[in-house]
């Protein structure tokens, strides 16, 4: 019995003890982000955890996205507490519907939040019935979230139809936050006892102060796939990638600038295939490297090397239709890319024709139109002087000693001439 008793007396703490996961999502919102965040709360409710803080700064993102992780959030076990954190963090755009989406939602001091528009997709004109549309679509998605956690529905929706944005205070005032906290301790102790209501209309009490958190980073290929989320870096890697192949296929055998540039490119295509692509700015970036190696070719005096340039700035900056232009290829990006590959592509290439075009110096075709001097009479055949080198070498008429003669095939070890005129 005392062994028993033991035994229960071992397992009770820990069997009680609960932890709290944060997860830091400082970034863009993409399908990378719906990843780590959809792991975190899987972790979360099999460690039944007392709760998940997810501590955001964000500019926005992909509302695919943003709607995924909503509904993750909202078919979680464990209770979710949205944390705008540090000072000088905001939640925008999509991140304003995460925030909203929260069982807690709370903000450090000097954060804001808000400016939760829907934007079309490259900044493109689109009709007014379009427009109506996803505004419509994005303002009822925030009365549905808004509505369901008790949040003033009316404030909310103007940040969807007008683009309205909020300091921390204002966004308490207004009651589209519960909590103001400089830190997470503090905002674990704020919401102690507070009883919330879920997505599921159950109820239930918060137990969340004083317990000990865990931090749950992102993998390794989150970190390497969300870096390639960045428009700017799959724009370079394609960029780089097409030039190495590109100087592979101008020095055959040379392996490392083709295995270097396929890889580059797959990484480049893997990433743009997740972001928003238009691939008629792929086909202008192909198109560029078109014309560089025309203007190589036929020497426009730098006609089509231009063209292929604003072609490969164009290419960029349309290449990401992002919402927010944190997800597009910015201007300085595609010039400083742009211009310096369009050159160094031109001159390779330029390399490459001259090679071609010179004439062999080497081996049997480097011995065709050499001048000798017939060291013999040749009927026909002789000695001639060539290259430094006195050659057995025969001639279709007869050629006098000392005359001047061209190289115009080679037979073996015997070189055919005639009379060099």
Not at 37 to 62: M, N, Y
């Amino acid at each position: 019995m005392k062994r028993v008793l033991a035994v229960v007396l071992f397992c009770l703490p820990f069997s009680a003890q609960a932890s709290i996961l944060r997860i830091h999502l400082n970034d863009m919102i993409h399908p990378i982000s719906d990843e780590y965040i959809g792991r975190g709360l899987e972790s979360a409710a099999r460690a039944k955890d007392a709760a998940v803080v997810i501590e955001l700064s964000t500019p926005g993102g992909l509302i695919d996205s943003t709607r995924s992780i909503v509904e993750k959030m909202m078919t979680s076990r464990v209770p979710v507490i949205v944390y705008v954190s540090p000072a000088g963090s905001r939640a925008a755009s999509a991140g304003f519907f995460l925030l909203e989406a929260a069982d807690i939602s709370a903000m450090a001091p000097g954060t804001n939040t808000g400016a939760a528009h829907p934007v079309m997709l490259g900044g493109d004109k689109i009709d007014e019935v379009m427009k109506a549309k996803m505004e419509n679509d994005a303002a009822a998605f925030m009365r549905t979230i808004a509505s369901r956690r008790g949040r003033n529905v009316t404030v909310a929706e103007s940040a969807v139809r007008e683009s309205k944005s909020f300091t921390e205070d204002e966004a308490l005032q207004q009651k589209l936050i519960d909590v103001i906290a400089p830190n997470l301790p503090s905002l674990l102790k704020a919401v102690e006892g507070r009883r919330i209501r879920r997505y599921d209309g159950s109820t239930m009490t918060l137990h969340v102060a004083g317990q000990p958190i865990r931090n749950y980073d992102m993998s390794v290929k989150e970190r390497l796939l969300s870096m390639l989320m960045d428009p700017n870096i799959a724009f370079l890697l394609f960029a780089l990638g097409s030039l190495a192949i590109f100087a592979e296929l101008n020095h055959p055998g040379a392996v490392l600038p083709g295995v270097v540039g396929v890889i580059a490119i797959l990484l480049s295509l893997f990433a743009l295939n997740l972001l928003p692509t238009r691939y008629a700015a792929l086909a202008l970036l192909i198109a560029a490297f078109a014309l560089f190696i025309l203007e190589a070719k036929y020497a426009t005096h730098g006609v089509l090397g231009i063209g292929g340039i604003i072609c490969m700035i164009f290419g960029a900056l349309f290449l990401v239709d992002g919402p927010i232009p944190e997800m597009r290829v910015h201007l300085f990006t595609a010039l400083i890319v742009s211009v310096p590959i369009g050159l160094i592509t031109i001159f390779l290439m330029t390399l490459a024709l001259r090679a071609r075009r010179n004439r062999v110096t080497t081996g049997r075709e480097g011995m065709i139109g050499e001048i000798g001097i017939a060291r013999t009479q040749l009927q026909p055949a002789g000695k001639v002087f060539v290259h430094g080198t006195l050659w057995n070498a025969v001639a279709r008429t007869s050629v006098a000693e000392g005359t001047r003669v061209r190289v115009s095939g080679v037979d073996g070890l015997q070189l055919i001439v005639e009379p060099a005129e």
